[in-house]
């Protein structure tokens, strides 16, 4: 298993601005996903936090909105560009532990943009 | 793209009645089906999985069952109880590797006591 921890818990945001989230391992993980998840809905993948290398994003999700980082094996970070109100959503990280395939979650990130 | 569908988008049950829920997957290539239980402002957590040399999984009151060729999969839950609502996921993916998983659109389960 894993234990992730994901920061901030939840922040209220002025359009405009930017808020990075953060998600930290407590092992080393080969991948980490960064998901989307609006209040009653399902959990849309942005992107996939490589290791050394850009991230992969999906459709929809750009790197300029979306910028992540991977600088080692336990950590990564989400940043939420230029926000408006559209992007008020429940932030989660995941890691899949190597050699298994079940999706860890961190406690995801609430985002409130005013 | 891939997709998965899943149905009723909501299920109401009374407790020690059954509920069960159901997937269709689009990716042919798709081997590793978890389910996950989304209880209110908590993280997805896994509750049972299936792999595609499997045609049925079963832990506790917990049972998944996996049609290949129909690409169909399904989670059952007896004896339901109220701890048991909450939002379940299915999820559907290649397996290891950094292949993605893909979620499908969520039931919400609500067991009345």
């Known amino acids: 298993s894993a234990v992730i921890s994901q920061k901030p818990s939840r922040d209220i945001c002025q359009r405009g601005t930017s808020l990075t989230i953060q998600c930290q391992v407590d092992?080393?993980?080969?991948?980490m996903f960064w998901y989307r998840q609006q209040p009653g809905q399902s959990l849309t993948l942005i992107a996939t936090?490589?290791?050394?290398?850009?991230?992969?994003?999906e459709s929809g999700f750009v790197i300029d909105k979306f910028p992540i980082s991977r600088p080692n094996l336990t950590f990564s970070t989400l940043t939420v560009s230029n926000m408006s109100p559209e992007d008020s959503s429940i932030y989660l990280c995941?890691?899949?532990?190597?050699?298994?395939?079940?999706?860890?979650f961190g406690q995801g990130t609430r985002l409130t943009v005013v | 793209g891939e997709n998965v569908e899943q149905h009723p988008s909501t299920l109401s049950v009374q407790e020690g009645d059954s509920a069960v829920i159901k997937c269709t997957y689009s990716?042919?290539?798709?081997?590793?089906f978890p389910w996950y239980k989304q209880e209110l402002g908590k993280r997805p957590q896994l509750i049972i999985d299936?792999?595609?040399?499997?045609g049925e999984k079963k832990d506790q009151r917990i049972a998944v069952t996996l049609n290949k060729t129909a690409k169909h999969f399904s989670l059952h839950i007896t004896e339901t109880q109220p701890e048991d609502s909450a939002v379940y996921f299915c999820?559907?993916?290649?397996?290891?590797?950094?292949?993605?998983?893909?979620f499908g659109a969520g039931t919400r389960l609500f067991v009345k006591a």
């Open positions: 995941s890691v899949e532990i190597s050699g298994g395939t079940e999706a860890f």
């Open positions: 299936i792999r595609s040399n499997v």
């Open positions: 999820a559907a993916s290649r397996g290891t590797g950094g292949f993605k998983t893909i």
């Open positions: 936090a490589n290791q050394g290398s850009e991230a992969t994003y």
């Open positions: 092992s080393q993980v080969t991948m």
């Open positions: 990716d042919s290539a798709s081997n590793y």
